[in-house]
């Protein structure tokens, strides 16, 4: 796993790179940047803090973003499979037709979140507080279509 710096990583994306598979950006902070179809899979983005950060299309599957800020943020279209996003806090956040398979999401904030579309097939969802969310044709992790809001 390589470490990389938020400026590096903003410097990069921003001249055309979106391949940043197996990073270590740990404890890092960002805010209002477009970092849409970025590949962050296999990455540990543990503690970080984000907001208002567009990442359409994303790729964080099998990463590591347990305990991170990511404060209205947009996921939509993004994979997220295998993530392990325990704790996190994604209050607000755009989780639209997002790829959640197998996420483990226990004890997660996900207050007001933006599900609609998402897949969470076979997700981890104990403990995670998800009043107030969107659901419109969400596959729960028991494989149902949830179609109502909490």
């Not at 940043?20 to 803090?49: C, K, P, Q």
């Not at 996190?88 to 979140?113: F, I, P, Q």
Request: proline share 1%; net charge negative.
């Amino acid at each position: 796993m390589t470490w990389i710096s938020t400026d590096d990583l903003l410097a990069r994306y921003n001249a055309g790179e979106r391949n940043f598979a197996g990073i270590f950006l740990e404890g890092s902070e960002m805010a209002r940047v477009d970092l849409s179809e970025i590949d962050l899979s296999d990455s540990d983005l543990g503690e970080i803090y984000m907001e208002d950060v567009n990442f359409t299309g994303a790729n964080f599957r099998s990463s590591r973003i347990g305990q991170a800020g990511l404060i209205r943020c947009i996921f939509r279209d993004a994979n997220l499979s295998r993530a392990n996003m325990g704790f996190a806090h994604l209050s607000r956040t755009d989780l639209a037709n997002a790829k959640l398979v197998d996420a483990y999401l226990s004890g997660a904030d996900m207050v007001e979140t933006n599900l609609t579309g998402s897949d969470l097939t076979r997700a981890d969802l104990e403990g995670a507080n998800i009043k107030r969310s969107i659901y419109y044709n969400t596959i729960m992790p028991d494989g149902s279509i949830r179609t109502t809001n909490t």
